[in-house]
């Protein structure tokens, strides 16, 4: 007679020991050196659908209880955003007027053009600008800022897209560092263009 019963446990016994192969397999292969971490080097598309994937998740589910303040639309408030925009952050997103740079272009994933591409959620960004995102090149900038700077800095970007070269460039020097870190320092305008490209028609050798 047909025995159901064996048929069904030698076929989840078979079923398990192939899970137990395939993640041998898998750790065989992280172990074994020849996963390439290199940053020039593409992500398989499956490998970044997947971390895609899980960055959106975990903001979603991390920005359920930020509450956006009501003036962050307020004139008031935007401008003040420029001055640390242009020395904390257009080195890696750009600013009106600046369409490439040495850090963008090596960094894996690339930093998002604001100068392009509009933001939608402001609790987005206000989470992603506080605490960074792990192995991108986003640092956290909650450690060594206020909420409020925070604040300012998404009022900022959610209406970068507006502004020309010398709007922006005009907002910059009048808001340029607008706070004081603890040891007296300011952002300036110099660190900027360290980190920019070359635009200036000269060229160098690495
Ligand atoms: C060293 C480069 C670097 C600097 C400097 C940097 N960022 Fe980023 N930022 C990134 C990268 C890379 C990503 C994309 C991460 C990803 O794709 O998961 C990112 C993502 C973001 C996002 C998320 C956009 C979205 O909704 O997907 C925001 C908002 C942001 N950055 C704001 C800022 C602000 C504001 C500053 C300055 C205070 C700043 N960043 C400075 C590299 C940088």
Redesign the pocket.
């Known amino acids: 007679m047909y025995n159901l019963k064996g048929s069904l446990m030698k076929k989840s016994k078979i079923f398990y020991i192939a899970i137990g192969v395939g993640l041998l397999g898998i750790a065989f292969y992280t172990w074994s050196g020849n996963i390439d971490i290199a940053a020039d080097k593409k992500h398989w598309k499956v490998t970044e659908w997947f971390l895609g994937a899980v960055?959106d998740r975990s903001i979603q589910n991390e920005t359920k209880k930020i509450v956006i303040p009501p003036n962050i639309n307020d004139l008031a408030v935007i401008v003040k955003g420029a001055g640390?925009?242009d020395s904390?952050?257009s080195?890696?997103?750009f600013s009106p007027g600046t369409t490439s740079s040495e850090?963008n272009a090596g960094?894996y994933?690339?930093?998002?053009d604001f100068t392009q591409s509009p933001?939608e959620?402001p609790a987005?960004?206000f989470w992603?600008?506080k605490h960074g995102?792990k192995m991108?090149?986003?640092?956290a900038?909650g450690s060594s800022h206020s909420d409020e700077e925070i604040w300012e800095?998404v009022a900022f970007?959610h209406q970068i897209q507006k502004l020309d070269q010398r709007s922006y460039e005009e907002l910059v020097s009048k808001y340029g560092g607008s706070h004081q870190h603890e040891n007296g320092q300011g952002h300036g305008k110099s660190s900027t263009n360290i980190q920019k490209s070359h635009s200036d028609g000269h060229s160098h050798e690495h």
Request: proline share 14%.
């Open positions: 960055r640390n925009y904390m952050c080195s890696c997103h850090i960094l994933p690339q930093p998002p933001l959620d987005r960004s992603v600008i995102i991108t090149g986003m640092p900038w800095l970007i």
